[in-house]
């Protein structure tokens, strides 16, 4: 499905496992001799024997020049202005025995209004280092299914989606992000062989805008990661990495010593900011299963991308200052369209638990989509009486103070008494691990200020039937 990426491919050949112990590990934390393994790993790296440049394009940019000389020796960049032309600084590594990526681009026919998946990558791997990163064996890709924008009949509805139109993310811009992981891996793979890099978040579940950022998941054993102590040593050595050998190409790179640590950073080439974390692969899990919801019915991706565009204008979606993630919206729209009287989505992890089990190895997870077929519901609302519904809903009908959302029941559930929901102000409950993904609304003041918004919006847009007065267009498509 990726390149170099487990998806589509089995992610650790137990006949590898056998003879590596480095999957053998306890839950907790590696052993120090391990720890010293990716230290000495990363100051005995010799790119001028592991990577070479390669052509690359992105978009309709030429091909940049390359050198067959290293790029980078030590701490210091060798650059002859004379020879070295100025493009070849943003430059990308590659592995010589890396083939192109072939991508297979489904263009949206404007006549109809159709559109497809995003296109999913495939190419032959060859590791760079064969001795720790053994050959995969090919699984056939699977085709996603083409889908129709729904028809709008009423000016509220085609505002929806004009705006969709104009700010979803692009194929151009996956393939950005996805050439960026590729050769990230590559990279963090001289660290820790074992590792895999996975794309994960907005960018890959559907949902994403072309301003989106891409979220990144680094997989270095099967068993989970102390993020205090584990975690955070190894983005360490990640962080090290970057700012020594991949300064040319990485800029603005910050360890982030949050609950769950992330490496931050921005790509030259692709100009996409990115967050890389480590073992959350529960963001593996939940991105296929809103990947699937996505494609399910042809009015979910229109609707949640105008909402989310809607609570970041009112300053409502963001975590980091006490508001809403936009994953917590997207459940929150997700629940909304599974308890109508007549839902528009089931409960895929009721029908189609052998799918999204946590038991479902991370190099399967990717099947999902394309296994589940089309959801036929009787609910017809067009996309702008969707929208007043949603918040209508959040506005004067959920119970904010006893109910929990919750995607994987479809309905709203009593909140338990643990302490993860005990005294919270928004309860919405993670579909794989149980946790609340809207724990950063810790503020009654923040709170007041998200259940106000709806209310305003609801009113304002139910007198007027007009998106631009709850969410101008110029605002909307800014930053798109």
Request: with cysteine; hydrophobic share 35%; proline share 8%.
């Amino acid at each position: 499905m990726f390149p170099n990426s487990i998806l589509g491919r089995p992610p650790f050949t137990p006949n590898h496992q056998q003879h590596n112990n480095f999957f053998a590990l306890s839950p907790t934390l590696y052993s120090h001799q391990q720890l010293i393994d990716a230290q000495y790993n990363f100051q005995n790296i010799d790119l001028s024997r592991a990577v070479t440049l390669q052509p690359l394009t992105y978009g309709t940019v030429s091909p940049i020049q390359t050198s067959t000389s290293p790029l980078f020796r030590g701490r210091k960049r060798i650059n002859d202005e004379k020879n070295f032309p100025l493009d070849g600084k943003r430059q990308r590594f590659h592995s010589p025995h890396q083939e192109p990526t072939i991508i297979n681009q489904i263009v949206p026919l404007s006549g109809d209004r159709r559109y497809s998946m995003p296109p999913l990558f495939h190419t032959h791997y060859v590791p760079d280092i064969v001795r720790c990163v053994p050959p995969f064996r090919e699984i056939p890709l699977l085709e996603p299914r083409e889908i129709t924008l729904p028809e709008a009949k009423d000016k509220l509805s085609q505002q929806i989606l004009e705006l969709f139109e104009t700010c979803q993310q692009q194929a151009s811009d996956l393939k950005k992000k996805e050439l960026c992981r590729a050769q990230l891996q590559r990279e963090i793979q001289l660290l820790f062989p074992q590792s895999r890099l996975f794309l994960v978040g907005s960018s890959l579940n559907g949902f994403g805008a072309r301003s989106s950022d891409g979220d990144l998941c680094l997989v270095v054993k099967e068993e989970p990661v102390n993020q205090k102590t584990e975690a955070r040593h190894i983005l360490t050595l990640v962080h090290k990495h970057f700012c020594t050998r991949l300064s040319g190409y990485i800029e603005r790179p910050q360890l982030i010593r949050a609950k769950v640590p992330i490496v931050k950073f921005r790509d030259k080439v692709s100009c996409v900011e990115f967050d890389l974390n480590v073992n959350n692969t529960v963001g593996i899990r939940n991105t296929f299963l809103l990947r699937t919801y996505a494609y399910l019915e042809n009015r979910v991706r229109p609707l949640v991308l105008v909402i989310k565009k809607w609570a970041s204008h009112h300053d409502i979606n963001d975590a980091s200052r006490g508001t809403l993630s936009s994953y917590s919206l997207v459940l929150m729209v997700l629940h909304y369209l599974q308890t109508l009287p007549e839902p528009i989505l089931p409960s895929l992890q009721k029908i189609y638990p052998e799918s999204f089990s946590t038991s479902v190895q991370l190099h399967l997870v990717h099947h999902a989509p394309c296994n589940v077929p089309p959801y036929l519901s009787k609910n017809e609302s067009s996309l702008g009486d969707l929208l007043l519904g949603f918040l209508k809903y959040y506005a004067t009908e959920f119970d904010w103070n006893t109910q929990m959302i919750s995607v994987r029941e479809a309905k709203a559930i009593p909140r338990p008494e643990d302490i993860e929901w005990r005294n919270k102000y928004i309860c919405v409950e993670e579909p794989f691990d149980g946790t609340n993904t809207a724990r950063a609304v810790h503020e009654k003041q923040k709170f007041d200020m998200i259940k106000d918004q709806f209310l305003k919006s609801w009113q304002r847009l139910k007198n007027k039937r007009d998106l631009n007065s709850v969410l101008p267009s110029r605002a909307a498509t800014l930053k798109r």
